[in-house]
């Protein structure tokens, strides 16, 4: 019989061969194969080709379960029983996971691929779009060692009618660890240093500032080399100013950290890393711009008050270089935490007095509004900037030079004039040539100097505005759980999911909050240095022209 | 029989219908009807189309002589007997022309005429193009009335193998009167103030300068109109510096001071006027236009030494506008002159010391290389620059714009968050926004003030260097016969031949002279204003965006 599926998220094809779907759309598949993360079939408009095997669920009725082409929440929810898919082909190494396409990279190193050589191995990492499954990674709510359960009590999950678990069970709610939380599932052992504090402050709930602020830079990558030059890769050196001791870490290594800080806070908006290369990742220009937005990337984590406090970021930032069981010590243990997935959620303390659910509602649509204009605009502004960035290279370079060649024909023609009189302008019109043309190499090296940052900027926070629709979806998914236990007076637990509902809300705010106000920082910086640069540019060119000209007093 | 002509310059077809004629080539014409300046026929290659009238004269074999196109060279040569040929249709208003096509006007008003309300009245101006005709205008020179005869001994016309008449009756030395003066045949009566000198400088012959010098303003015109309105014509303001009385002059009387001076003075670069417009003349930009194109003509009328002295000049710029009756007095004056054409060539004081005329025609053809290679390199940068224009006033200024509506855009979507600290920063990207379309808007307006006026400049180059094949023209007839002259020593007259071409030699080296001193004055002085411009330019938009920056500092 045919083999079919079902569409978990929307795809929309964006490339010859593949085509679109439509969240629970039913497919027919071709073979079970995945092929560089691609499945082959039929949507119910009839259109045949491509689409990624992530985003599809196989559907064997006749086993009775169905299991996500993604093998990790097959892990969860649906044991493996030793049924060997195709799509399993990624084994160990399965991180959620889309077909390369674009976007930013994320992957799940693990011991045995720690060492590969190389930065950018593809069995070992994938590329991320901006779809929504893009943040889940593997987590195991342990069911058992069930230590401590702040906020809900101790109690087991539960269903009744009204207050059961969510139907799509691969909805990111679920995944995020959300809705076992809110159905008091989520159990763990939260020590006192593992606390979130969330705090009421001036413009609603904000995250409690880290006390110890600190920055980070990245220093300009060195090319290192193993097995006598046989395999090399790109050392960063790192220098964090809390400890003034320098570490070295490698694309990997902040690739692997990312995973961890993922898969470790489901509303918080992890930055992406800069997109990753397959060739020609030793060249200057990738370097350099890898290395700017590692930049940036650093920056957002210093400065954000729960990232940059993190035990999985300090390891990263603090374990000696040299000392690699220490590393793999550390790298061990972030990897086995338990506090990731719903368990997050129990290390929040909210602030004393609950907030108003409708309110934090309205915010919260106002937000999804916001995200939602701000990646639309961002896209447009983007392509503005980037023409903007080839004209100035091209085109205006070209009118400028021409203009430079046009001065120096006429001085050109001029000196077949050797009259006395003559020379003097003869040599300014060559100059003021020449003076052109390098106006016009102005203008095309200027882009490097102003555009790219700010290119670089809309980038971290198209990264951001993906993030957000899932970290909407599980407050989304937890006030709807609350709604649906008052409506029910009768579910005993209603005043819990109240609260812990509560809890991922008062989360998500100050989420909403640091997303604010680091904007505001950052377009504000990034506004003055773009402005700076422009008017150093033309200062410049004024600079120029002034030479120019006063080569005339003396013609 | 076929009607046939034979060519009398070269012509090069640049128009679709148009045909390519050669020197001397025979044609055949399919009628002797003349349309618009045009007739039209088959050349020697068999290609038919059209050819101007005035590149050409008719053979009529049967009548034993032949009549150029145009009807005044007829007027010289071939005293009109009555035969209506339909190239006559210009009647007396008749100036060597070629069809309208591009260049700068001429015309030769009468009295007849003159009152006429329209400045551009298509039966007596007609366009000239950069043609050896252009030059030429009816000038008659008396063979009776021989009063005095400078410089050729009193001597008439005497013919020589060796030293014969110009075989092509219409070239321009002959219609410049140039041969007929080496010849001998000039004759009239010169008055010591019509006596114009060449002195030897320090680069070698130039014009006396004038010893008061002065310069003429230009206001703006003004719309003047006649029969109760029915007709109307722009008058501008001239203002003298040497007598500070204002006159009103219209472009007809422009036109016809030109007239005036291009047949007085066959060896002196006469300013092209700005070019003539048949519709839209009372428009905004044009009118603009032509008073710069004006005040261009007017600074090299007043600082050339011989023209800035000619009576017909000083009649254009001192005689009251009021004064009806003097007007008409010096401008019958003007058009009986006799000292036009060879007779120009009798007021000539050339130094002491006769040139070698060897040297006189190294540094001709030098001149004439150079003058080549500027005519070829200003049409190459009047492209570049009319490019550079085009592309500030549309795609500089789009680019700009675009940008500073992302900027907006980016201000807009952040409006949408109303939190306090983001209102600061969203006014200055508003601002900012504005900022980059005021510099688009800079960059369209920006040509009119530096680009137009060096475009300006070389049009009026362009003019004179399309007046130099002409003079260069001149001096080479008079050397050849000076050659000719010397290779038969027996001819009498060989050592006033030689004689009257230094005399043309000194005044086209002065010339010459003239024209570099004021090359190098213009282009010294129109690059100075260009980059003055340029850095005024740059300064504003380093102003507008040092305004945005300082918005961000309160952000």
Same mark, same amino acid.
């Given at each position: 019989?045919?083999?079919?599926?079902?569409?978990?998220?929307?795809?929309?094809?964006?490339?010859p061969?593949?085509?679109?779907?439509?969240?629970?759309?039913?497919?027919?598949?071709?073979?079970?194969?995945?092929? /560089?993360g691609?499945?082959?079939?039929?949507n119910?408009?009839?259109?045949?080709?491509?689409?990624?095997?992530?985003y =599809?669920?196989?559907?064997?009725?006749?086993?009775?379960?169905?299991?996500?082409?993604?093998?990790?929440?097959?892990?969860?929810?649906?044991?493996?029983?030793?049924?060997?898919y195709?799509y399993q082909?990624?084994?160990?190494?399965?991180?959620?996971?889309t077909?390369?396409?674009?976007?930013?990279?994320?992957? +799940?190193?693990?011991?045995?691929?720690?060492?590969?050589?190389?930065?950018?191995?593809?069995?070992?990492?994938t590329?991320?779009?901006?779809?929504?499954s893009?943040r889940?990674?593997?987590? +195991?709510?342990?069911?058992?060692?069930?230590?401590s359960?702040?906020?809900?009590?101790?109690?087991?999950a539960?269903s009744s009618?009204?207050?059961?678990?969510n139907?799509?069970?691969?909805?990111?709610?679920?995944?995020?660890?959300?809705?076992?939380?809110?159905?008091?599932?989520?159990?763990?052992?939260?020590?006192?240093?593992?606390?979130?504090?969330?705090?009421?402050?001036q413009?609603g709930?904000?995250?409690?500032?880290?006390?110890?602020p600190?920055?980070?830079?990245?220093?300009?990558?060195?090319?290192?080399?193993?097995?006598?030059?046989?395999?090399?890769?790109?050392?960063y050196?790192?220098?964090?100013?809390h400890t003034?001791?320098?570490?070295n870490?490698?694309?990997?290594?902040?690739?692997?950290?990312?995973a961890?800080? =993922?898969?470790?806070?489901?509303?918080?908006?992890?930055?992406h890393?800069?997109?990753? +290369?397959?060739t020609?990742?030793?060249?200057?220009?990738f370097?350099?711009?890898?290395r700017?937005?590692?930049?940036?990337?650093?920056?957002?984590?210093?400065?954000?008050?729960?990232l940059?406090?993190?035990?999985?970021?300090?390891?990263?930032?603090t374990?000696s270089?040299?000392?690699?069981?220490?590393?793999?010590?550390?790298?061990?243990?972030a990897?086995?935490?338990h506090?990731?997935?719903?368990?997050?959620f129990?290390t929040?303390?909210?602030?004393?007095?609950?907030?108003?659910?409708?309110?934090?509602?309205?915010?919260? /649509?106002?937000?999804?509004?916001?995200?939602?204009?701000?990646?639309?605009?961002? =896209?447009?502004?983007?392509?503005?900037i980037?023409e903007?960035?080839?004209?100035?290279?091209?085109?205006?370079?070209?009118e400028?030079?021409?203009?430079?060649?046009?001065?120096?024909?006429?001085?050109?023609?001029?000196?077949?004039?050797?009259?006395?009189?003559?020379?003097?302008?003869?040599?300014?019109?060559?100059?003021?040539?020449?003076a052109?043309?390098?106006?016009?190499?102005?203008?095309?090296?200027?882009?490097? +100097?102003?555009?790219?940052p700010?290119?670089?900027?809309?980038?971290?926070?198209?990264?951001?505005?993906a993030?957000?629709?899932?970290?909407?979806?599980?407050?989304k998914?937890?006030l709807?759980?609350?709604?649906?236990?008052?409506?029910?007076?009768?579910v005993?637990?209603?005043?819990?999911?109240?609260e812990r509902?509560n809890?991922i809300?008062?989360?998500?705010?100050?989420e909403?909050?640091?997303?604010?106000?680091?904007?505001?920082?950052?377009?504000?910086?990034?506004?003055?240095?773009?402005?700076?640069?422009?008017?150093?540019?033309?200062?410049?060119?004024?600079?120029?022209?002034?030479?120019?000209?006063?080569?005339?007093?003396?013609?």
């Amino acid at each position: 019989m045919a083999l079919r599926a079902r569409a978990l998220y929307d795809f929309v094809s964006e490339n010859p061969g593949e085509i679109s779907v439509v969240e629970n759309e039913i497919l027919t598949l071709y073979s079970e194969d995945v092929v /560089d993360g691609w499945f082959e079939g039929t949507n119910s408009r009839g259109e045949s080709g491509l689409f990624p095997a992530s985003y =599809v669920e196989i559907l064997r009725t006749e086993e009775g379960f169905s299991v996500q082409g993604n093998g990790t929440a097959g892990n969860i929810y649906n044991p493996r029983t030793g049924s060997e898919y195709a799509y399993q082909v990624r084994g160990d190494t399965s991180s959620e996971s889309t077909p390369q396409r674009h976007g930013y990279p994320t992957s +799940q190193g693990s011991d045995d691929d720690w060492d590969d050589d190389w930065d950018d191995n593809p069995t070992t990492t994938t590329m991320a779009t901006h779809d929504p499954s893009v943040r889940q990674h593997k987590h +195991q709510p342990s069911r058992a060692n069930s230590v401590s359960s702040r906020g809900s009590g101790g109690q087991q999950a539960r269903s009744s009618a009204t207050v059961g678990k969510n139907l799509n069970r691969f909805s990111t709610f679920v995944k995020s660890g959300g809705e076992a939380f809110v159905l008091g599932e989520a159990s763990g052992l939260v020590r006192d240093c593992d606390q979130i504090c969330v705090v009421m402050g001036q413009f609603g709930p904000e995250w409690q500032e880290n006390p110890h602020p600190f920055t980070c830079t990245i220093d300009d990558p060195t090319k290192q080399t193993k097995f006598k030059g046989m395999k090399s890769y790109m050392s960063y050196g790192l220098m964090p100013s809390h400890t003034q001791i320098p570490v070295n870490r490698r694309y990997k290594h902040f690739d692997w950290l990312y995973a961890r800080l =993922v898969e470790r806070f489901p509303v918080i908006s992890v930055p992406h890393l800069p997109e990753k +290369q397959a060739t020609g990742r030793f060249e200057e220009d990738f370097i350099c711009k890898r290395r700017k937005g590692l930049i940036w990337w650093m920056n957002h984590m210093t400065s954000h008050p729960v990232l940059s406090r993190c035990d999985v970021f300090q390891h990263f930032l603090t374990c000696s270089s040299s000392d690699e069981k220490a590393w793999k010590q550390g790298k061990r243990k972030a990897e086995k935490d338990h506090l990731v997935g719903a368990n997050f959620f129990l290390t929040i303390v909210p602030p004393a007095a609950p907030l108003d659910l409708q309110e934090v509602e309205s915010k919260v /649509d106002g937000f999804k509004t916001f995200t939602k204009k701000m990646d639309e605009n961002i =896209v447009q502004v983007n392509v503005t900037i980037a023409e903007f960035s080839r004209k100035q290279m091209t085109g205006f370079k070209k009118e400028y030079h021409k203009v430079g060649q046009a001065f120096r024909l006429l001085g050109q023609v001029f000196e077949l004039d050797q009259q006395v009189y003559s020379v003097k302008l003869n040599q300014a019109m060559a100059f003021t040539g020449a003076a052109y043309e390098t106006i016009g190499d102005y203008f095309a090296e200027q882009p490097r +100097q102003d555009l790219d940052p700010v290119s670089d900027l809309l980038a971290i926070y198209q990264g951001h505005l993906a993030n957000f629709p899932d970290i909407i979806h599980v407050q989304k998914g937890a006030l709807t759980k609350a709604k649906e236990s008052q409506k029910d007076k009768d579910v005993p637990a209603a005043h819990d999911i109240h609260e812990r509902c509560n809890i991922i809300s008062c989360a998500t705010l100050a989420e909403i909050q640091h997303f604010h106000r680091t904007r505001v920082r950052d377009f504000k910086a990034q506004m003055q240095h773009y402005l700076l640069q422009q008017i150093s540019f033309f200062q410049r060119i004024t600079a120029k022209l002034e030479e120019a000209l006063h080569m005339y007093e003396q013609a």
